[in-house]
């Protein structure tokens, strides 16, 4: 039997109620991320809160493929066969079938066991930078910071800008060459790169291969650049640990210039400053 559009929509508004009703705000997501996680549940389950969060984003993600779905009635029925398996005769057995699968990915997914982030200071005479890159998705707007600090973690220099319309990828190599032009300004001879795309770290520091020729022309300028500085690390941390620079990053979507901050940062980044600064230790769950 097929899927009527309109035991569909039933289907869409039975998965709709099930969101509604265990979705926290969004307040109560953004809380959990850094304190609630891992300290009042089982360490090898993952959060249930955020469990639920992203089982709304994923629902929330395939919507306009399903609404697509509804207009192609044998389309539908075959969508569902070659994804699940099986038909599905009722609106109840539709939004199982979706529901199931969803929550068994993100099982597979999930760490078993938080994975503790710090932000860790650089060894005595020695400059770090941390970087990052910030892309909106809708528009593509893109924007780029970065926070240079020295052994004691203090603040040296921190640095935004908007940088047009592009991707994350290049926002984050944009968000390291702009990085580098300042230190070779600054004259610094050891320094410390952190950021936190694990793929763009791979591809500069082992010298990966790269098809897209724009993320070329930025390696390139970043592999002539770093030769230069006397002493050089590069290495990734999860974002977790990368607060600050992100910060720098959102930051430069409000801004019309290029703006440089030097030896007082902004009162947008000072808490988090101060909790690099303690130690203080993320748990990452994914």
């Given at each position: 039997?097929i899927?009527?559009?309109e ?10 109620l ?7 705000r969004?307040g ?5 991320s850094?304190?609630t ?20 984003t ?15 009635r ?7 066969r070659?994804k699940?398996?099986?038909?599905c ?9 979706i ?31 941390n970087?990052?890159?910030?892309c ?9 910071g ?15 800008e908007?940088?047009?319309?592009s ?6 190599l944009?968000?390291?060459l702009r990085?580098?032009?300042i ?26 291969p790269?098809?897209?020729t ?15 500085i ?27 210039k290029?703006?440089?901050w ?13 909790e ?11």
């Amino acid at each position: 039997m097929i899927v009527s559009a309109e035991a569909w929509l039933h289907a869409w508004h039975y998965t709709s109620l099930f969101v509604a009703s265990t979705s926290p705000r969004k307040g109560q997501i953004a809380r959990t991320s850094y304190s609630t996680m891992g300290n009042h549940l089982d360490s090898t389950q993952p959060n249930s809160l955020t469990l639920r969060y992203t089982l709304v984003t994923s629902i929330e993600a395939i919507r306009p493929s399903l609404h697509c779905l509804i207009h192609c009635r044998n389309g539908l029925q075959n969508w569902i066969r070659s994804k699940f398996g099986h038909y599905c005769n009722t609106s109840e057995q539709l939004v199982e079938a979706i529901r199931r699968p969803i929550l068994q990915v993100l099982a597979r997914n999930w760490h078993k066991e938080a994975v503790h982030v710090t932000w860790e200071k650089p060894e005595n005479g020695w400059t770090k930078l941390n970087y990052d890159g910030s892309c909106k998705c809708k528009t593509g707007n893109s924007s780029i910071g970065g926070i240079f600090r020295d052994h004691n973690a203090d603040f040296l220099l921190g640095y935004a800008e908007s940088i047009g319309q592009s991707n994350s990828t290049i926002a984050e190599l944009a968000a390291l060459l702009r990085g580098l032009e300042i230190v070779l300004e600054n004259g610094w001879s050891d320094v410390w790169l952190e950021g936190d795309s694990k793929s763009l770290v791979d591809i500069i520091a082992k010298r990966r291969p790269i098809r897209c020729t724009k993320v070329q022309v930025y390696v390139a300028r970043i592999n002539l650049m770093i030769p230069e500085i006397k002493n050089c690390v590069l290495t990734h941390i999860y974002r977790e640990g990368n607060r600050t620079a992100d910060r720098f990053a959102q930051m430069g979507h409000q801004l019309k210039k290029p703006q440089i901050w030097r030896h007082a940062p902004p009162n947008e980044v000072l808490r988090l400053l101060h909790e690099d600064k303690q130690g203080k230790t993320v748990l990452r769950r994914r």
